[in-house]
């Protein structure tokens, strides 16, 4: 409890939970993520179609729904509103909110990218990329269309089409299948490899399938120190403002600072400010993270029945004789690399929490 106090601001949970009383929101906890609507119990706009869902991050860690869906329904209604949340309360650092038209998804875009949440944060707000469709290869020769389609549909939910392919180049027969929506997809991408193998003795490969190409009617300015939009240093959370810093780092850890990469999804990851607020401290600084994950193997595990993939890892710090070796968890991502990063930068976290609490760096 002590520990999560430490990151998690009490103070701006209150808030929260007064602004839900007052404006009687609800809000539903699924598989580490917070959401209202889907749609909102009054609802009397259309159903959103492709492209009216908006991608947001760069959020800070103690921003609530009480901040969050004011500002995005300043644009228009919103259909839903997805908070990405970790275990010790905290939000992930983004979210997604989805309008009932395309043009109120775009205007979000040009009216709320950049905006500023708090000093040192600056929300990047992009087109969500729905991916809907997947491409399931390593089939039987014999595969039907027809006799496919009624399977996938017994397996999992959403399945709207399916189209076989084959060819030179391509080993047996290939199916691109197209679900309702991407929820439906990701669910059916994380248990068909395992519902084939048990129920047909088949090993398939699975894989996203892009439909269409990325558009590129809205480029926007990157949100980096560089590009004015977004401030260096990151700040940490308000209540950890106070806190004493030290002058340098242990030096076998000690590293030139680089500019600080964007925003990690790893699963209890606290936001960091520059450098950490005591040796002990439970933030660490970003590029330090960055430096650790580079050194760090990762292997898939397993997905767990919470929704959590798991990864195991094994790394290396100069100076430090002993490899640490342990398992992350993360929730399941667009693409295989951002998920690799992502556990990288978690093992890394961890590790570094093992380095000051043994007291390894001197």
Excluded at 11 to 33: F, H, I, S, Y
Excluded at 91 to 108: D, I, Q, V, W
Excluded at 173 to 184: C, G, L, P
Excluded at 312 to 323: E, H, K, L, Q
Aim: include cysteine; charged fraction near 20%; proline fraction near 10%.
């Amino acid at each position: 409890t002590e520990n999560m106090s430490a990151v998690l601001n009490i103070e701006r949970v209150k808030e929260l939970e007064t602004w839900l009383k007052t404006t009687n929101t609800k809000l539903t906890q699924v598989n580490g993520q917070r959401k209202y609507g889907g749609p909102p119990e009054v609802w009397d706009g259309p159903t959103p179609g492709p492209r009216c869902e908006v991608f947001i991050s760069h959020i800070p860690r103690d921003a609530y729904e009480d901040l969050l869906i004011p500002l995005f329904s300043s644009v228009g209604p919103l259909w839903e509103f997805r908070l990405m949340m970790n275990f010790s309360g905290q939000n992930r650092g983004f979210a997604y909110a989805k309008y009932g038209s395309s043009a109120e998804a775009t205007s979000a875009i040009r009216l709320l990218h950049g905006h500023l949440m708090e000093p040192g944060f600056l929300l990047s707000v992009r087109r969500s990329v729905e991916k809907r469709h997947l491409c399931i290869g390593d089939l039987p020769a014999v595969t039907s269309q027809e006799d496919l389609l009624q399977v996938l549909r017994v397996l999992t939910e959403g399945v709207e089409r399916v189209s076989l392919k084959a060819g030179p180049g391509i080993e047996g027969v290939s199916a691109i299948v197209a679900f309702s929506s991407h929820h439906a997809a990701s669910m059916a991408k994380k248990v068909l490899v395992e519902a084939f193998k048990r129920k047909f003795s088949l090993t398939i490969s699975i894989k996203w399938h892009s439909a269409t190409k990325p558009s590129s009617d809205e480029p926007l300015p990157a949100l980096t120190p560089s590009s004015g939009l977004l401030p260096s240093p990151i700040k940490p959370p308000r209540h950890l403002l106070n806190s004493p810093q030290p002058s340098i780092l242990p030096p076998p850890l000690a590293r030139r600072p680089s500019t600080p990469p964007g925003f990690c999804r790893a699963v209890g990851g606290p936001i960091v400010p520059r450098y950490p607020p005591s040796p002990r401290s439970s933030a660490f600084p970003m590029w330090l993270l960055c430096e650790i994950s580079e050194a760090t193997e990762i292997h898939y595990s397993h997905a767990g029945p919470d929704g959590f993939l798991y990864y195991s890892y094994r790394v290396c710090i100069p100076g430090i004789t002993m490899a640490f070796e342990g398992e992350v968890m993360i929730l399941p991502g667009p693409d295989e690399t951002t998920l690799m990063k992502e556990a990288q930068q978690a093992a890394a976290q961890q590790v570094l929490h093992k380095v000051y609490n043994k007291g390894l760096t001197h």
